[in-house]
């Protein structure tokens, strides 16, 4: 199922009316329109954000069935809610933070497995790997391999908590649920060179803590801080 198909399932539970000419209404006429209780204006505002949320929940779940459901479910509530909506953020952005707070709670409540919360392959050891050139996951290997994996995803979730809450959260946010830096600074409505530096801040405290538990080599990435900063920037 598609993105498509959130315009059919959802337009399906609010009646037979035409869909309103998107192009010839501003969005916030529309958002009043449909606060107002009108079911095609509800109608078009899932037509024109569709696609990006279903793009978001995506890359949070990584599976096109739990995305779609995810679409769904987050424009159900918004349909719900619509006259509680003020208009302080614009409707997209509402949006997409109504999906990514459903992405979230599907991804908790799933048991699964299939979302381990620190995967070292989209963490900032990897990363940071990238940039040095240098492989740690190729350092280690044997028949303990498996196990040294498991220890050093433990310490590294360990030393995720240990940062500052903003810090975590833009952390997990880009590294966890992948999301681009231009969506992070939307969701939390902060500049993009604020999300760049709490990311730059995060990895160099991982990698800090990493060292003194002694799951790095002193020499394991192994560069200038603007190096590290250049690419936070490209």
């Not at 997409?96 to 599907?106: I, V």
């Not at 730059?200 to 800090?208: D, G, I, P, S, V």
């Amino acid at each position: 199922m598609t993105a498509t198909a959130t315009n059919v399932t959802v337009a399906a539970g609010l009646g037979g009316r035409d869909v309103l000419p998107a192009h010839e209404l501003s969005e916030q006429e529309v958002v009043l329109r449909a606060r107002d209780g009108d079911h095609s204006a509800f109608r078009v505002l899932v037509k024109r954000h569709e696609s990006r949320v279903y793009a978001l929940a995506m890359r949070i779940l990584r599976d096109p069935e739990w995305a779609q459901d995810a679409v769904q479910e987050s424009f159900l509530k918004a349909y719900r809610s619509i006259r509680k909506f003020e208009g302080r953020a614009a409707f997209g952005t509402w949006m997409y933070r109504l999906t990514y707070n459903q992405c979230l709670d599907m991804k908790r409540a799933d048991k699964s497995g299939r979302y381990a919360d620190w995967d070292e392959e989209r963490t900032a050891i990897s990363e940071e790997s990238e940039v040095s050139g240098q492989s740690f996951s190729s350092s280690i290997r044997g028949p303990g391999e498996e196990v040294e994996r498991g220890e050093l995803r433990e310490q590294l979730g360990k030393a995720i908590e240990t940062l500052p809450e903003a810090i975590r959260q833009t952390l997990v946010m880009r590294e966890i649920d992948g999301l681009p830096y231009g969506e992070i600074a939307e969701l939390l409505e902060i500049p993009k060179g604020t999300v760049m530096s709490r990311l730059f801040h995060a990895r160099k405290r991982l990698k800090q803590v990493l060292r003194e538990q002694g799951a790095l080599p002193s020499s394991f990435g192994a560069q200038s801080s603007e190096d590290e900063v250049e690419k936070e920037t490209s």
